[in-house]
């Protein structure tokens, strides 16, 4: 059965070598994808600091920074938040995307890998000064760490979830999913565990 042009393929040697080269470069894209942003963050704020004297002097400083942090409505985070969340996920989702068709198993893997690739980068972001080594190594804020963290986390429950929903919809198309159910119960409690951590680490 085709889902948009995706369909499962044999499981043959070449296949399992393809997917397994493609996930591997995609995943490491996206993990130093991840260092480019807090690369260009360290890049602006010594851009910044150089400007500092002049800003103080300037009252209209910076418009621009500060609508980014104004919230869009309560609880609803804020215009950056949403830009960086947008821009974001059009990125990994391109990564997700690229070089997988048709092979249906390949774009379900590779929405688990590149999920994967984001968890040490957020869980650092969650890390107090002085122990965080991106507020070390970036001079980020704390408070743009959480704000990046907390949007980071909400796109790696989606995607963790799309890989399950499309693991989920290959098991029943080949009438594995209870047995695997049965057979991986501890394994998907885990997973939903991780999911309810992620989660409750986002909302700090």
Same mark, same amino acid.
């Given at each position: 059965?085709?889902?948009?042009?995706?369909?499962?393929?044999?499981?043959?040697?070449?296949?399992?070598?393809?997917?397994?080269?493609?996930?591997?470069?995609?995943?490491?894209?996206?993990?130093?994808?991840?260092?480019?942003?807090?690369?260009?963050?360290?890049?602006?704020?010594?851009?910044?600091?150089?400007?500092?004297?002049?800003?103080?002097?300037?009252?209209?400083?910076?418009?621009?920074?500060?609508?980014?942090?104004?919230?869009?409505?309560?609880?609803?985070?804020?215009?950056?938040?949403?830009?960086?969340?947008?821009?974001?996920?059009?990125?990994?989702?391109?990564?997700?995307?690229?070089?997988?068709?048709?092979?249906?198993?390949?774009?379900?893997?590779?929405?688990?890998?590149?999920? $994967?690739?984001?968890?040490?980068?957020?869980?650092?972001?969650?890390?107090?000064?002085?122990?965080?080594?991106?507020?070390?190594?970036?001079?980020?804020?704390?408070?743009?760490?959480?704000?990046?963290?907390?949007?980071?986390?909400?796109?790696?429950?989606?995607?963790?979830?799309?890989?399950?929903?499309?693991?989920?919809? $290959?098991?029943?198309?080949?009438?594995?999913?209870?047995?695997?159910?049965?057979?991986?119960?501890?394994?998907?409690?885990?997973?939903?565990?991780?999911?309810?951590?992620?989660?409750?680490?986002? $909302?700090?």
């Amino acid at each position: 059965m085709d889902y948009f042009n995706y369909k499962f393929l044999p499981r043959t040697p070449e296949i399992n070598a393809h997917r397994r080269v493609y996930l591997d470069q995609y995943a490491n894209i996206a993990q130093t994808s991840q260092l480019a942003v807090h690369l260009l963050i360290l890049l602006y704020n010594l851009a910044t600091s150089k400007n500092a004297s002049n800003s103080r002097k300037n009252s209209n400083g910076a418009p621009v920074t500060s609508r980014l942090n104004t919230e869009i409505s309560r609880g609803c985070g804020t215009y950056g938040q949403w830009i960086f969340g947008l821009a974001w996920t059009a990125w990994l989702g391109y990564l997700v995307v690229a070089e997988t068709a048709p092979d249906f198993m390949h774009i379900t893997k590779r929405f688990g890998i590149i999920a $994967a690739s984001q968890l040490p980068i957020h869980y650092l972001l969650a890390m107090p000064y002085p122990n965080s080594p991106l507020q070390l190594l970036f001079k980020s804020p704390r408070s743009l760490n959480l704000a990046l963290h907390k949007v980071t986390g909400k796109i790696i429950i989606a995607f963790f979830a799309a890989h399950v929903t499309l693991y989920s919809s $290959a098991f029943v198309q080949m009438g594995l999913f209870w047995s695997s159910i049965t057979q991986l119960k501890f394994a998907v409690a885990g997973l939903w565990s991780s999911y309810l951590f992620s989660g409750f680490m986002s $909302a700090i």
